[in-house]
């Protein structure tokens, strides 16, 4: 069983930065990860995904350019650096891992963390 812990979140202003991490209790080397984030009333959506193996990243549109997503699997932990931040980020954000080379999909994923709040403000 992974357990995963996201940390970094936190209140922002339009236009800053944050980084969240998503520590795990083992390795993740054959793991892909996922960066997920449900905001209040919507359905939760991913913004990211980095694979298992070569580093192959994904992003959502909203996000392209402004997130970036990376792993130091000798620290079992993923980030997600988030620049340029806009209020319709806000968003409660979780990390999630799916032992597969690429992310499926939320469903597909096996183990989700608690999640961290990220808040920017306008």
């Known amino acids: 069983q992974v357990q995963l812990v996201e940390s970094g979140g936190g209140l922002v202003q339009s236009g800053g930065s944050l980084r969240l991490s998503c520590t795990a209790s083992?390795?993740?080397?054959?793991?892909?990860i996922g960066w997920f984030r449900q905001a209040p009333g919507k359905e939760r959506e991913r913004v990211s995904c980095i694979s298992s193996s070569d580093g192959t990243t994904g992003y959502d549109d909203s996000v392209k350019g402004r997130f970036t997503i990376s792993r130091d699997n000798a620290k079992n932990t993923v980030y997600l650096q988030m620049n340029n931040l806009k209020p319709e980020d806000t968003a409660v954000y979780y990390c999630?891992?799916?032992?597969?080379?690429?992310?499926?999909?939320?469903?597909?994923?096996?183990?989700w963390g608690k999640g961290t709040q990220v808040t920017v403000s306008s």
């Open positions: 083992e390795s993740l080397d054959y793991y892909a």
């Open positions: 999630a891992a799916e032992m597969y080379y690429y992310c499926s999909g939320a469903a597909a994923m096996e183990y």
